[in-house]
């Protein structure tokens, strides 16, 4: 056998094989500094999301929703939740000129959370917010809400787990549907336009 | 003999060693990938939310009777039940209207009660005795157990599995829905 070198064929196939293998290490890199930029972002938006839902839902919990008005703009969703306790809140989904923003003001404090968002930031629908009245309070001793403002933070790698979503299960003795915007019974409602 | 470089056998054997290194990491970050997208599916707030709105609903039912079945000594360690279990609600068909429209809307796919303590499902190495409840369940659901604390507690808990549409909406086609998991303790008393 000739030592002196590979041969040209021999060489091609030698190139040949390890750009497959280049290809595959390539595909992973990908993938892992994909998952590195996605989680990063994920991972701020949900300890924000996590705080939001928690210092909301409480404030449901605690206080008991009794009610709540529609206050949203074409370009904002603003919604006052009112309380048993004869207390209200307002929940706010703005966009400025830093970014869109989440305000919640209760009776007792108000706080901003800015959403990190990348390039490739395509929606967060903050002109869509829709809630759903899941059972008929005329017919039996509960009532439940499902209030959701949907956050698609890439439209590549939608996830619905970016939602802001607010459930609410209560006695009928402490609700009334007028206390719902032009809501006189059972079903879903869109507050402006869910796209 | 004078080598000048490596000859071709040389470079199959190294490429052959590099390829196997190479899948070697790319199967580990694939599970890592896996693993770290499905942990985003446990105990996501606003299933935490509709679980614990889902117990407050039910404590004010007969849960204590879903748990009768419950028993380590009987291997019967996990009880799939629904609105409709005889006896859940005890005075009128509202109550299991209430039940099943919140389910529905909710997206709950099944509801499990089950120990406080899942030490015993956690440790399993096969699907026998106690372990057998595995086989009752899906293999999210099983990697969701393990996930689980309450080591050493009395009472009870309750799982939900949800399943959705990749767009939140509610799951009919299996194949494409996505399970996510949630529980909330109950306590001793039921």
């Not at chain 2, 099944?110 to 015993?120: E, G, K």
Request: glycine share 6%; proline share 1%; with cysteine.
């Amino acid at each position: 056998m000739n030592k002196k070198g590979m041969t040209l064929v021999e060489l091609i196939i030698s190139i040949a094989l390890i750009s497959i293998v280049l290809i595959f290490l390539f595909s992973l890199l990908s993938d892992v500094k994909y998952m590195n930029t996605n989680r990063n972002f994920a991972l701020s938006n949900q300890q924000k999301r996590a705080i939001i839902l928690k210092r909301v839902q409480s404030d449901f919990i605690d206080r008991r929703l009794s009610g709540l008005t529609d206050r949203s703009s074409s370009d904002n969703i603003v919604i006052d939740f009112r309380f048993l306790d004869g207390t209200t809140s307002t929940l706010g989904f703005y966009k400025d000129g830093t970014g869109y923003y989440i305000n919640y003001k209760n009776s007792t404090q108000e706080e901003k959370w800015y959403l990190s968002v990348d390039n490739t930031t395509t929606k967060i629908a903050f002109n869509c917010a829709k809630y759903m009245l899941i059972t008929d309070p005329t017919i039996s001793n509960y009532f439940a809400l499902k209030f959701t403002i949907p956050v698609i933070a890439k439209s590549s790698d939608a996830n619905f787990i970016d939602d802001f979503e607010f459930t609410y299960v209560g006695l009928k003795e402490e609700v009334n549907l007028a206390n719902f915007p032009n809501k006189s019974s059972l079903g879903t409602y869109n507050i402006n336009t869910c796209g | 003999m004078a080598k000048k470089g490596f000859v071709f056998v040389e470079t199959i054997i190294v490429v052959a060693i590099l390829t196997i290194a190479l899948l070697m990491i790319y199967s580990s970050y694939s599970a890592f990938v896996i693993n770290s997208n499905t942990r985003l599916k446990y105990d996501d707030p606003v299933f935490m939310y509709r679980t614990y709105y889902l117990q407050k609903l039910l404590k004010n039912s007969r849960l204590d009777l879903v748990a009768m079945n419950l028993n380590l000594s009987t291997n019967q360690v996990l009880e799939n039940f629904n609105c409709s279990n005889s006896g859940l609600f005890i005075n009128s068909a509202d109550d299991i209207g209430i039940c099943e429209n919140i389910v529905s809307e909710f997206h709950i796919s099944n509801m499990y009660l089950t120990f406080n303590d899942l030490s015993f499902l956690q440790e399993c190495t096969s699907s026998t005795g106690k372990c057998n409840a595995l086989n009752l369940i899906g293999s999210d659901m099983a990697s969701y157990i393990k996930t689980i604390g309450g080591k050493g507690k009395s009472g009870y808990r309750l799982i939900l599995e949800f399943a959705e549409n990749s767009d939140g909406s509610i799951c009919s086609d299996v194949n494409k829905c996505q399970y996510y998991y949630a529980n909330i303790s109950l306590g001793d008393t039921l």
